[in-house]
Each structure stands twice: as C-alpha cells, then as structure tokens.
C-alpha cells in the first residue's frame, strides 16, 4: 500500500492525510480524482464528531436515502443507536442482510470494501399507528402551542392567541390531551358563558378564537386526531441497545402520511424537542448517545414563523450537548436557514442538477457553503454519479477537514424494503407493541367541561324548581313578599351550597395557578 500510496497525485496525498484519523470513525468511501476511484485514500467521519451535526443534500436520485442506510449501518455496528424517518417507505430493508449482486461487488471492490451482507437491530414505528408500525402519539399539552401552529398552519398572531390558550388551560387545570380537549376549550372560550374568561386572558380575541376553532375543525375531519393522545411515547425509546450492544435503529414509516408534510416534518421536530428537554448535559462524548436523521427537511423551515425557526436554531444548537447528533436531509443546503446550516459541521453533498437558472443560481450558492477546494466544485457537482457525493466532515480536532469527492461505499443491508407481512410480525414481536398499541381516553379538558355543562344544567333545573316550589306557596306569598330578596338569596345559597357546584369548582381544575412547565418550543417538560 506504502508503494501504492507514494504514486498518489500530490492533491490526492493531501486530501487523504485530512482523513487519517487515529481513533474510531466511520468508512464513507474512496476518494475520487481526476476521474479516477482511489481506494488507497479513504474518507470517514471520526464517531465522536457525529454529535457535531450534519446536512446530506442533493438531488432527487442521486443516493440521499443509501447514504442514510450506510451511516446509519456503522453507527449501530459500533454501539450508537440511530433514529431514520422514512418517507418513501423503503428504508426498513436495513433490518434484514442485503443481496450480493455483481453491481454491489464491483461498487466494493471500486473503493476496497470488504461487503458482507448484515441485517440491523430495528424497530419500526409509525405517527398515530397509521401504517406499520408502534403508534407513536403525543398529547396536546406535550405537541405545545408553537409546533401545533405549524401544524395547523396559523400566522403568527394567531400562534400568540393559541399560546394564551394554552396558558388558560395551564391555569384551569384543563389537560389537553387529544384534538377534543382543546377543541372544548375553544368552543367554551367563543361561546357565551367563556368570553368574559377571553377578558382574563388577555389579547386573544373572539374572531382570533373563532379561526383557531375553525382550523382544529378542519385539521380534525382530515383524520389528524389519531396522531394526538396517550399513551404517548417516550422518546428514550429511540436510545436502546440490541442486546448484542449494538445500537437499535428505529425507523419511523411516513409513507401513509407523506401527502400530510406539514404534520410529519413538525412532528419529527417534536421528538427531537422532546429528547432535548429530558436528556441531561453531557458535553462531548466518545460516541453520540442518538444521532437523528431529519429527512425532507425542507419541509420543516417552509412558511416557519420567526419564534418557530428560533426555537429550531436553538434546539439544534444545545442538543449537541446531550450527545446527540441531528443530520439534516434536504435537496440543497439553501433549504435550511443559515443560523442552522452554520451549525452543521459534517457535509456530504450529492449531484445538483443546474437545468434553469434558479439551478445555477442554487449551485453557485452551494458551492460557497463548502471550505476553499482543489476541485472545479460547480463542475463536479453537476458531474459526479449516483452513489458519488463531495464531502467535508469535522476532523478529530474539531477543524473541517479538505474537501472529498468520494464515491461512497455499498449498505450491508438491503437496499428496499421488506415484505410487509414480515414488517407486520417485527413490529407485533417488539416488546414495545403492548406498551403504545391501544390508545387510551381518560378524563381530561373534553370530559372535564362536559361535566361542567351538565352541572351548570341541573343548578339551573335546580333553582328553577325552588322558584317554583316558592311561587305555590299561594296563600303566604303575599306575607312573603316582603322577603322577596331574602328568598332569592336563599335560592342563590341552595346552589352555591349544593355538591353540583362544589363538584363544578373542583371540574375547573386541580391544578389552579400551576401551569406548566413548558420548553422552548412551548412543549410541556415530561413528567416521568
């Protein structure tokens, strides 16, 4: 190899050096130069930087989601469990060994792969049990104000008014875990007998009321409500190692809600603000606790309200200190604002394509986010083949390391998904099925207000029956009348007095004047 190596072109030994990393790191694939693979040269990523963040661009069918299931394999071969959203549904092939194949073996021996066909540990998971998978839910009160708005698609004032919303019902002692419950509050706020509560609040008007009411509605009748609820999951779920020691990859399945973008790219964003509010501060760390792919998204950034990108910035900023690493998966890296892209350390960028002038315009603007390169970047971007991608990580050292054009190495795995029915026996033999399977509707804000409104009903039937029972009293009504005010109070006394309204204050909540503690992004902190 010595011999080999010393014939290298002098840019290739230089590149190449940046990548001789003494400790544990991950195998990317061969340096590509002047048209040629060279094996002797490998580009890797050093595990303990993977925590540092990154961002995997490139067209659509250039090898995003291969690049995924590589990385994603040598992380959990070396004890790092992996979290992968799955859009297209074909991502749960790396739960099983892959397929030898004459395109495979000429792909490892190009960039000096020993390929051995391996299958991973693997749950699978789907949002509100839509599709195959554990459901995975979250209360309301959890989901937050700033997330749901996105959701709901909600401008910024009304993103304010469903804050104060949220901070009455906080105030109340209203839980707000599924769509019903905070519907329930709005409808009672709207209605006659809460538009003075609206006063209390503060800012939040009857018409504003009336539009987020309208919108739950809505969002409701398009079959969101499976998504919110309990038993919510527990994002440390997503942390566990297989038995064996090596990190479990859970892999959410969105392609049953891939025409719902809005709602899976927000929720994504809340199990990551989930982990970041439960995990404690680890500072750096040999090897990431989680490292969390965010595919498609673009999707999270479009139409984001400036409290909603600054909660982003922030998140992905901090969550580096509790050892996890957030990998952005995007077509161009002008698809996430530049407050996050200057935080992503780890870049594998695949071929752009440079059609229009909007194109152009997107490459040029690419290749400025890359260090200052031997390579011609614009030609070789437009240039390099599927599989193939350029590359610059974070050294050992924390420094970003010379720009790579690489052609990346084979999964282990299977490159496609599985057969369904054994996707449907993985997810049944889990021993998480048991645990987040059937949802489960307690007493909350819904059932809490429609016992108020019941009492209200029989108070009112109450005193209507006592100013009845006075009025028979014919022959003492007119010795009576005098005491007309006292017998009012009186009636007033029966029902303030009566156990229906007692239990009515106890129904307007148990936690009065405790609201919640809530994060960053207005997410309630779990109480474990």
Not at 165 to 170: G, K, P
Not at 246 to 252: A, F
Request: proline share 5%.
């Amino acid at each position: 190899m010595e011999g080999a190596g010393s014939a290298l072109p002098r840019e290739a030994l230089d590149i190449g050096a940046g990548y001789a990393f003494t400790g544990p790191a991950l195998e990317l694939g061969a340096l590509l130069w002047d048209g040629q693979c060279l094996p002797d040269v490998q580009i890797r990523i050093p595990l303990p930087m993977l925590n540092r963040h990154g961002l995997v661009a490139g067209a659509t069918g250039t090898g995003k989601t291969k690049t995924l299931q590589l990385i994603a394999e040598q992380l959990a071969a070396q004890g790092v469990p992996v979290f992968l959203a799955d859009i297209k549904g074909d991502v749960s092939g790396i739960s099983v060994p892959g397929e030898a194949g004459a395109k495979v073996a000429e792909r490892a021996g190009d960039v000096g792969q020993e390929w051995e066909a391996t299958g991973f540990p693997s749950e699978f998971y789907a949002l509100g049990g839509i599709g195959t998978g554990i459901p995975v839910r979250a209360t309301i009160t959890s989901f937050g104000p700033v997330l749901l708005s996105k959701v709901l698609q909600l401008n910024q004032t009304q993103e304010q008014s469903l804050g104060l919303i949220f901070h009455y019902a906080d105030q109340k002692g209203l839980e707000l875990v599924d769509l019903k419950d905070l519907r329930a509050v709005v409808t009672f706020l709207t209605s006659d007998e809460g538009k003075p509560e609206l006063k209390g609040i503060g800012g939040l008007s009857t018409v504003t009321a009336g539009v987020i009411l309208r919108a739950l509605t809505a969002f409701e009748a398009q079959g969101m409500g499976d998504f919110f609820g309990e038993p919510e999951f527990d994002t440390s779920e997503f942390l566990r190692l297989a038995p064996d020691g090596r990190g479990l990859v859970s892999v959410l399945e969105l392609a049953e809600v891939q025409d719902k973008p809005q709602l899976f790219s927000t929720f994504l964003m809340w199990l990551l603000a989930d982990l970041y509010n439960d995990l404690p501060e680890v500072g750096d760390v040999d090897k990431p606790k989680l490292v969390f792919f965010f595919d498609e998204a673009h999707l999270l950034f479009n139409g984001a309200s400036k409290a909603f990108l600054e909660a982003i910035t922030q998140t992905v900023r901090l969550i580096r200190s509790k050892g996890v690493g957030v990998f952005f998966v995007t077509q161009t890296p002008k698809d996430v604002p530049a407050d996050v892209l200057g935080q992503l350390g780890n870049r594998v960028q695949h071929a752009l394509r440079a059609f229009t002038p909007d194109d152009q315009k997107a490459l040029k603007a690419t290749v400025r986010t890359f260090p200052d390169s031997a390579y011609d970047l614009e030609e070789i971007l437009t240039g390099i083949g599927t599989g193939e991608a350029v590359i610059t990580v974070l050294s050992e050292k924390g420094a970003p390391t010379p720009v790579a054009a690489t052609r990346l190495r084979a999964p282990e795995s299977l490159m496609g998904p599985v057969e369904a029915g054994a996707l449907e026996a993985a997810v049944r033999a889990s021993v998480l099925y048991s645990r987040y399977a059937e949802a489960v509707d307690r007493e909350s804000a819904y059932e809490r207000l429609t016992a108020r409104e019941a009492e209200r009903g029989a108070a009112a039937e109450a005193a209507a029956q006592a100013q009845a029972q006075e009025k028979s009293q014919g022959g003492r009504a007119g010795g009576r009348a005098g005491g007309g005010a006292g017998a009012g109070g009186s009636v007033v006394d029966q029902v303030v007095g009566s156990g229906m309204f007692k239990s009515l204050l106890r129904s307007m909540g148990t936690q009065i004047g405790r609201e919640i503690s809530r994060s960053v992004f207005g997410t309630a902190r779990r109480r474990r």
